[in-house]
């Protein structure tokens, strides 16, 4: 049996409608994984869902929990492998898209990390469009979070180094680990490849608490860039009034 390359970990709570296609999308993937899904003790169907998936999965639970970093971090402390990641239940790769990320992890083993191109996926409508991402650079990723990060994939070593995610944060905590892994270990790397697909529906978190994400977000720069760009600033009252109207 060959052993895994990726540790993957599932968070997932009441995401049963999409829980299955982030999981097929997974095990699809022509790489070696052991992946552990997390769940908080969903009301859905999504325990139906999981077990139907059991037999290929190096681990599950459901049961409530202290939140989205935990539980990711918990289902990584559990795995083995040298890269490590986490998929949300309502986003999923593309195909090919896990061994693009792998094969350049390896082939830059002075990186802490890779990130590709993901397009958002509008629920509602079904229409796709490019997720803002950007090749690395402190100074933009200072005005915005230009990782998307269904789309990337981690050294366990680094992972390790940094600590995994803070649990404290509840809605920019991949934002946060990028900066950490940056400041530790140096600049993540960009691939210029579509690798996954971000789901946008009306029930995630970026929708439902615009101003608690706005609010972590400029918390983390300030913590690691040490003040806020005006940017963030001006743009607030569109991300979180204007477009909480809007839809």
């Known amino acids: 049996m060959t052993a895994p390359l990726v540790t993957i970990a599932v968070p997932s709570f009441n995401q049963g409608s999409f829980l299955n296609d982030a999981l097929a999308s997974i095990f699809s993937q022509d790489v070696p994984v052991e992946v552990f899904v997390l769940d908080g003790g969903s009301s859905d169907n999504s325990v139906e869902v999981i077990r139907t998936w059991a037999h290929q999965l190096a681990g599950w639970r459901s049961h409530p929990d ?13 795995g083995k492998a040298p890269f490590v990641c986490w998929l949300n239940s309502d986003d999923y790769f593309l195909p090919e898209g896990l061994a693009k990320l792998l094969t350049e992890l390896q082939a830059h083993p002075e990186v802490p990390a890779v990130y590709g191109r993901a397009w958002n ?47 404290a944060l509840h809605m920019a905590m991949d934002f946060d680990l990028w900066w950490r892994l940056y400041r530790h270990l140096g600049p993540l790397r960009f691939l210029d490849d579509f690798v996954a697909i971000n789901r946008e529906h009306a029930d995630t978190k970026t929708k439902t608490q615009r101003r608690r994400h706005y ?9 690691h860039y040490g003040r806020i760009p005006l940017k963030w600033w001006l743009a607030q009252p569109y991300a979180v009034w204007y477009k909480s109207i809007a839809g």
């Open 66 to 78: 202290a939140g989205q970093a935990a539980s990711i971090n918990e289902g990584i402390a559990q």
């Open 121 to 167: 996926l509008v629920q509602a409508s079904g229409k796709q469009y490019p997720v803002w991402v950007e090749p690395f650079n402190e100074r933009r990723l200072a005005l915005r979070c230009i990782i998307s990060q269904p789309a990337t994939l981690i050294r366990r070593s680094a992972w390790e180094t940094v600590g995994g995610l803070d649990p």
């Open 215 to 223: 609010r972590e977000a400029m918390k983390v720069v300030r913590q």
